[in-house]
């Protein structure tokens, strides 16, 4: 039972990008954007996640 456990947390970023991938193609289409927008989106949305101080505990965010 516990090999099951883990290998779902192995196969849990295949399972997350998957989600992320049908979930950009919805925004695709939903708003009509090129690849170039996309890969744009993307990118700056990796900017901002990578700038994200995550030395702040929750409450310090309000």
């Not at 049908?22 to 990796?46: C, G, M, P």
Request: charged share 35%; net charge positive.
């Amino acid at each position: 039972m516990n090999e099951n456990v883990l290998d779902k947390k192995n196969d849990s970023p295949k399972i997350a990008k998957k989600h992320v991938m049908r979930y950009i193609d919805d925004l695709q289409r939903h708003f009509n954007l090129s690849d170039e927008q996309i890969v744009k989106i993307l990118t700056e949305s990796t900017a901002s996640f990578k700038k994200k101080d995550s030395t702040k505990k929750w409450w310090q965010i309000f």
